[in-house]
T-cell receptor
Framework: DAKTTQPPSMDCAEGRAANLPCNHS???????VYWYRQIHSQGPQYIIH???NNETNEMASLIITEDRKSSTLILPHATLRDTAVYYCIVRVAVSGAGSYQLTFGKGTKLSVIP | GAVVSQHPSWVICKSGTSVKIECRSLDFQATTMFWYRQFPKQSLMLMAT?????????EQGVEKDKFLINHASLTLSTLTVTSAHPEDSSFYICSAAKRGAYNEQFFGPGTRLTVL
């Protein structure tokens, strides 16, 4: 799976949009971009994933550049509960059961400030 | 839907004893479950992949005789840390993928193991 690069930490004011960047310059054509987050002392939580089109769900938006070498996770209105470590992971999609583990990097520690 | 539980949430044990951690998918069938370990201020590291009814696949450097994994049903996987030592103290997290929806993993809340 392709390697990702994320800033180690970011701050965001409560109520503002949090934009978390991720570089994945060696991504292959069949690899998806996944985002997870981990609140302190909890298991990771799935946020969103995409291939090349921008995606939006109730939690966040994912913007992937046209060359797919980078992406941005957007939390439109950050709250204190969004303080967590955010992980950007690239991985091939799978169509059946088997070994398709997620490889976690160091992620970005997002601190939402009142 | 897609809830994964772990039991216990935390455990303290003496050095040399064995500890069993359970991972359950509460409202879905999970053909594959994963076990991760996370040391303080570090990222999650995959330990092993467990497929229902077959032997687990361990990552390089993880001792299969020390970390016993059993995936006897589509809703339960167990991790047993045998002869635990203080260096095994860590946060153990499992995840599971739904049958037919393999591109999304659901994580348990984790188990904090402290070995004295």
């Amino acid at each position: 799976d392709a390697k990702t690069t994320q800033p180690p930490s970011m701050d965001c004011a409560e109520g503002r949009a949090a934009n978390l960047p991720c570089n994945h310059s060696t991504i292959s054509g069949n690899e998806y971009v996944y985002w997870y987050r981990q609140i302190h002392s909890q298991g990771p939580q799935y946020i969103i994933h995409g291939l090349k089109n921008n995606e939006t769900n109730e939690m966040a938006s994912l913007i992937i550049t046209e060359d797919r070498k980078s992406s941005t996770l957007i939390l439109p209105h950050a709250t204190l509960r969004d303080t967590a470590v955010y992980y950007c992971i690239v991985r091939v999609a799978v169509s059946g059961a088997g070994s398709y583990q997620l490889t976690f990097g160091k992620g970005t520690k997002l601190s939402v400030i009142p | 839907g897609a809830v994964v539980s772990q039991h216990p949430s935390w455990v303290i044990c003496k050095s040399g004893t064995s500890v069993k951690i359970e991972c359950r998918s509460l409202d879905f069938q999970a053909t594959t479950m994963f076990w991760y370990r996370q040391f303080p201020k570090q990222s999650l590291m995959l330990m092993a992949t467990s497929n229902e009814g077959s032997k687990a696949t361990y990552e390089q450097g993880v001792e299969k005789d020390k970390f016993l994994i059993n995936h006897a049903s589509l809703t339960l996987s167990t991790l047993t840390v045998t002869s635990a030592h203080p260096e095994d103290s860590s946060f153990y997290i499992c995840s599971a993928a739904k049958r037919g929806a393999y591109n999304e993993q659901f994580f348990g809340p984790g188990t904090r193991l402290t070995v004295l």
